[in-house]
T-cell receptor, first 114, second 114 residues
Framework: EAGVAQSPRYKIIEKRQSVAFWCNPI?????LYWYQQILGQGPKLLIQFQNNGVVDDSQLPKDRFSAERLKGVDSTLKIQPAKLEDSAVYLC????????????FGPGTRLTVL | GDSVTQMEGPVTLSEEAFLTINCTYTATGYPSLFWYVQYPGEGLQLLLK?????DKGSNKGFEATYRKETTSFHLEKGSVQVSDSAVYFC?????????????FGKGTHLIIQP
């Protein structure tokens, strides 16, 4: 079974530029999550989708971050404009069911904002 | 809000030593508890989980027991190996209706010396 795929793996941009990350969850997984992991910290949830609907985006900085999952499969996370403090690893995870089900994580995209 | 506190690292042990990594949590309701591991250069992987009080999760020689009375989920292994060197994250899933993104601790870097 293929795992969660993410691209790109690495991205370096200047502050105020925009960037987009892509995630393809495990086939059949209805729930998709985006997490931000700053160096030395645990991952922090940004947004959760159930199929193509948003379940929780309470910690998403909506003035600069946006995410979509239009067909209930792939998802993109965008930052526009980027700030220095957005430097982090962005992790995508998916699970078959909500509640108590295992979340499977992708390899992440490491973003450096200069 | 929900939170997870785990012991600061790095933790350095000799091969075959006994390992304990402490984890305590604050949550309303009845969360599920998880330990995830991140090996060097790899993504987050589920190590073990427990979904209700007094449950014991186990995998690869690691164990953790869900203690509701002490709000703890300490990770233990009787004899560690060099290959166990990694960063370990304790996490909780609130297990309530609606959003179920994981809340992570900051991670504990474990170094096993031969």
């Amino acid at each position: 079974e293929a795992g969660v795929a993410q691209s790109p793996r690495y991205k370096i941009i200047e502050k105020r530029q925009s960037v987009a990350f892509w995630c393809n969850p495990i086939s059949g997984h209805a729930t998709l999550y985006w997490y931000q992991q700053i160096l030395g910290q645990g991952p922090k949830l940004l947004i959760q989708f159930q199929n193509n609907g948003v379940v929780d985006d309470s910690q998403l900085p909506k003035d600069r971050f946006s995410a979509e999952r239009l067909k209930g499969v792939d998802s993109t996370l965008k930052i526009q404009p980027a700030k220095l403090e957005d430097s982090a690893v962005y992790l995508c995870a998916s699970s078959y069911l909500q509640f108590e089900d295992t979340q499977y994580f992708g390899p992440g995209t490491r973003l450096t904002v200069l | 809000g929900d939170s997870v506190t785990q012991m600061e690292g790095p933790v350095t042990l000799s091969e075959e030593a006994f390992l304990t990594i402490n984890c305590t949590y604050t949550a309303t309701g009845y969360p599920s508890l998880f330990w995830y591991v991140q090996y060097p250069g790899e993504g987050l992987q589920l190590l073990l989980k427990a979904t209700k009080a007094d449950d014991k999760g186990s995998n690869k020689g690691f164990e953790a027991t869900y203690r509701k009375e002490t709000t703890s989920f300490h990770l233990e292994k009787g004899s560690v190996q060099v290959s166990d060197s990694a960063v370990y994250f304790c996490a909780l899933n609130p297990g309530q209706g609606g959003a179920d993104g994981l809340t992570f601790g900051k991670g504990t870097h474990l170094i096993i010396q031969p």
